[in-house]
């Protein structure tokens, strides 16, 4: 027996200098590279993965610090690990609240190469925005030092990019050109999910399934009635394990993105993924509400005809719209949303769900068994959260906080009581019934999951875990708080300023 989800609570925890050494050489490091050094004292986030995965393994023992490798050996027989962080998208400014920080990167990995040998293949790698700069994410969250800690010490560990595309994008989002990438070395493969996709209940009607900044239509290719495709590098599908290192953050169109959303980064190309259906519910789509309808579909028509055509007139028509939206904004007091950032959003949630079925049951070759054909194991970063406009443009949120589970529903329900978020509100969770394969992770009441955390002998119910809320996009404020907070109160954070480094 072992806890569902393993915690480890640091409060005022700040991220350390690449390449992140350990703190102190650990019992288990003898015999490896690690015992000999250089440490760093003031790596906490080191130590608090550490303490969150073996914790949830059940092989932490919260007296002695003390863990067990043979634990983590347990899960199987590992020789391809694909380690999958949220890389979407360059920051503006160093909050290091919107991507993943290498800093917990390293902790996973080396305690894989302790585990289960050198010799062991780990690749690192995410599918961010077409516009990302992929250089610039990692020389900002550390991976160009950790890849280079890791060239030095003989150890091979691949930092990937699986993109097949990157779009140069311009501060108004007009995207110039597009220029392809290697991507996957070993190719892409279509997953087809077709009458067993959850985006099945609502394609009777031939909706447009659209993404932002893909042609209108393009989307639809790849989802109709009766015929619905995910493209996924055949890297992922190789894996023996797959380790999702999310980014706790609150999400415009889905409400919060954790280890479950994590998994749209599992797709060859964006435009393959549904996020919306085009339009207002009156006309068939879940884009936007119905107020504001007719200027809206306007807006979008412009915005597709003129992107990567028009450069100026792009600029022109973007600008007046701004204006257009400030003012209505102003006057009527409400906010206006568009490209499935509402609560309204009947879709996404679907195509989650169908990555978190892929993830489980897809075989290398893209075909769907009847059994789980990788382990699974999700470490989410909450060390510094995102709240407000995530998931591209949130606030940072000092939590202290890292996450560990062996399923991405279960690592959700804990990071929804730790946001002070109602799980049942977020569409991507209540709907997970529908997954009537995964349906032995959630039996039962969701907030009886059982948690190791902190210092506790026993386990305790996830509803007891302390609450460090963080503020929804301005879409969904009102719509997924809980009503009020558990029998824990709610946690007292230290200033946001503290985590930044010098």
């Known amino acids: 027996m072992r806890p569902d989800i393993g915690l480890a609570f640091r409060q005022g925890t700040l991220y350390p200098e690449a390449p992140f050494h350990p703190p102190a050489v650990f019992p288990e490091f003898m015999g490896s590279y690690l015992s000999k050094g250089p440490l760093d004292s003031t790596n906490y986030v080191y130590s608090m993965v550490r303490e969150a995965l073996f914790r949830h393994l059940g092989s932490y023992d919260a007296k002695t610090r003390m863990v067990d490798l043979s634990a983590l ?12 962080p949220n890389w979407v998208i360059q920051e503006q ?32 790698a ?39 595309e990157r779009a140069l994008i311009d501060r108004s989002g007009f995207i110039s050109r597009r220029e392809p990438l290697q991507g996957d070395s070993l190719g892409y493969v279509e997953v087809c999910l077709d009458g067993n996709s959850l985006l099945e209940e609502i394609s009777d009607n031939n909706p447009v399934f659209s993404v932002n900044d893909y042609e209108p239509g393009t989307t639809s290719c790849y989802h109709q009635p009766g015929h619905h495709r995910y493209l996924i590098p055949r890297t992922v599908l190789a894996a023996d394990l797959f380790v999702n290192v999310p980014k706790l953050k609150t999400h415009c ?3 919060i993105t954790a280890a479950m959303k994590n998994l749209i980064g599992i797709n060859g190309e964006k435009g393959w993924i549904p996020h ?53 904004e102003r006057v009527s007091g409400s906010f206006m949303t568009s490209g499935g950032a509402w609560p309204g959003n009947d879709t996404l949630w679907r195509s989650i769900l169908d990555l978190v079925r892929i993830i489980e049951y897809a075989d290398k070759d893209g075909g769907l068994r009847e059994t789980s054909q990788r382990y699974h194991l999700c470490v989410i970063d909450a060390v510094v959260c995102g709240e407000g406009e995530g998931p591209l443009r949130p606030s940072p949120k000092a939590v202290g906080m890292i996450l560990c589970s062996s399923s991405p529903i279960n690592a959700d329900i ?6 002070g978020f109602d799980w049942k509100k977020i569409p991507q969770l209540f709907h997970t019934g529908k997954l009537i394969e995964l349906s032995r992770q959630y039996l039962g009441d969701p907030m009886s999951l059982m948690v190791s955390w902190n210092g506790m002998d026993l386990w305790t119910p996830v509803r007891e875990l302390p609450v460090c809320p963080l503020k929804p996009p301005r879409g969904w404020a009102g719509r997924i708080e809980v009503d009020q907070f558990g029998p824990r109160s709610e946690v007292r954070n230290q200033p ?5 480094l010098p």
């Not at 309808?293 to 600008?319: E, M």
């Open 73 to 84: 050996r347990g899960i199987g027989d590992i020789r391809k690990v694909v380690v999958k």
């Open 93 to 124: 400014m160093p909050t290091r609240c919107v991507t993943t920080h290498a800093s917990v990167l390293r902790p996973i990995i080396d305690y894989l190469f302790l585990a289960f040998g050198p010799s062991i293949e780990i690749i690192v």
């Open 126 to 164: 995410d599918i961010p925005l077409q516009s990302a700069d992929i250089d610039q994410i990692w020389n900002e969250t550390g991976v160009i030092q950790l890849r280079e800690h890791y060239n030095v010490q003989g150890l091979m560990v691949r930092f990937m990019d699986f993109r097949r």
């Open 253 to 255: 169109k889905a409400g």
């Open 276 to 328: 919306f259906r085009t339009g207002a519910p009156l006309d068939g789509g879940d884009e936007y509400p119905d107020g504001n309808r007719h200027a809206l579909a306007l807006k979008t028509r412009i915005r597709n005809f003129l992107q990567g055509r028009n450069r100026w007139a792009f600029h022109i028509a973007s600008d007046m719209w701004m204006r257009y939206k400030r003012g209505w």
């Open 414 to 419: 804990a990071a929804c009581q730790i946001a």
């Open 496 to 500: 946001v300023a503290e985590v930044h």
